[in-house]
């Protein structure tokens, strides 16, 4: 297991920007009242493990054996992004900060502003971090706005670059707790484990449907937050704990093959007999944001979203393009988030 410690000892000070030391980055608020802490932050990375269904950020490699993804590495060297969430269950703050990172491990000390949370208030406090992700930071407390992830179908091989993909990593729910010097300004939040957040999916294809092949040069892929998410940190509406809601109404969207190919995918010649592969079983890996929305769906796609048929044969159309992962409703699951599934994708028939 490729694992990281985040040690973070943080001095939440009052101070202007001229006391800033140069290893030591600062992160204000607008608040002009603040509470002094120091903190205390470890965790480690789980692994990314590899499930076989049937039928900006980290620098994450998938080794390939034949079609299917069999294991998943990590290595960084340099910056990483981070979004500190402290919250109770009726208030909570945002902060961001910069992490170095160095051979997949972090450790980090600064400063952290965290308004008008009270010392007591902290007792009872949690911690989340959020690294990772395609995101413009609004400024401390306010929601922030993932985009969608890459709409791109990236072919599956070996030592293909997964960081592409920008993924989420998450830690979350961690207590603070005393730190054991005696000083009631000293707190702890230790256990930290950074998961990733959804699920990377290697799609492979078969055509079991006699009399109907498909010509196919990408997917569409719809619900998964496809028009992103959003981090809401300050409890509210029946929220206790810093919540993703997904954007939009996560309609469907044409996800072109990475490598630019198109695949050619006849049936079988009779009725029930043995699904067909295409030439060279191919398949393709995307990213979805299944924690923020569990009901997706992916189809054959050619060309565009919708409007034009992935079947070569005449007379079959659109309406035809039904397959064995459409309305996916049980991926929000705890057990199956933050894996890689290597996964078969079958024409069916209405």
Not at 8 to 24: G, I, P, R
Not at 118 to 125: H, P
Not at 133 to 143: I, L, M, Q, R, S
Not at 302 to 310: E, I
Request: with cysteine.
């Amino acid at each position: 297991m490729k694992k990281f410690l985040l040690l973070c000892s943080v001095a939440l000070l009052t101070f202007s920007s001229c006391s800033k030391e140069k290893d030591e980055p600062i992160v204000k608020s607008n608040e002009s009242k603040q509470t002094s802490i120091n903190l205390h932050i470890e965790g480690e990375r789980e692994d990314i493990s590899v499930a076989d269904a049937e039928g900006r950020v980290l620098d994450l490699k998938a080794g390939v054996t034949g079609n299917k993804i069999t294991s998943v590495s990590m290595t960084k060297t340099g910056d990483v992004k981070a979004i500190l969430c402290f919250y109770t269950s009726t208030k909570g703050i945002s902060r961001e900060v910069t992490l170095p990172m160095r051979n997949g491990k972090i450790t980090w000390r600064g400063s952290v502003d965290v308004g008008n949370f009270t010392k007591e208030e902290l007792r009872d406090a949690k911690l989340s971090i959020f690294i990772g992700g395609d995101y413009t930071y609004p400024g401390d407390d306010k929601p922030i706005v993932y985009n969608h992830t890459l709409r791109r179908a990236i072919r599956t091989t070996n030592g293909m670059d997964l960081s592409q993909f920008k993924p989420v990593f998450a830690s979350e729910g961690i207590s603070l707790t005393d730190g054991g010097s005696g000083s009631d300004v000293d707190f702890d939040s230790k256990g930290h484990r950074f998961r990733l957040m959804g699920q990377f999916v290697s799609i492979s294809f078969r055509n079991p449907v006699a009399g109907r092949a498909l010509r196919f040069n990408g997917l569409i892929v719809s619900g998964f937050a496809t028009e992103g998410m959003t981090l809401y940190v300050t409890p509210s509406a029946g929220r206790t704990k810093p919540t993703f809601n997904y954007n939009g109404a996560s309609r469907g969207f044409f996800y072109p093959f990475s490598d630019g190919s198109t695949i050619d995918l006849p049936g079988p010649a009779t009725q029930g007999g043995a699904a067909v592969a295409p030439a060279g079983d191919p398949s393709y890996t995307i990213y979805v944001y299944s924690q923020a929305q569990a009901l997706g769906g992916v189809r054959f796609g050619k060309d565009a979203a919708s409007g034009v048929s992935p079947f070569s044969t005449p007379g079959i159309g659109s309406y035809h393009n039904v397959t064995t992962l459409d309305n996916i409703m049980d991926q929000n699951t705890p057990a199956k988030q933050g894996k890689f599934y290597n996964v078969v994708m079958s024409l069916r028939t209405r």
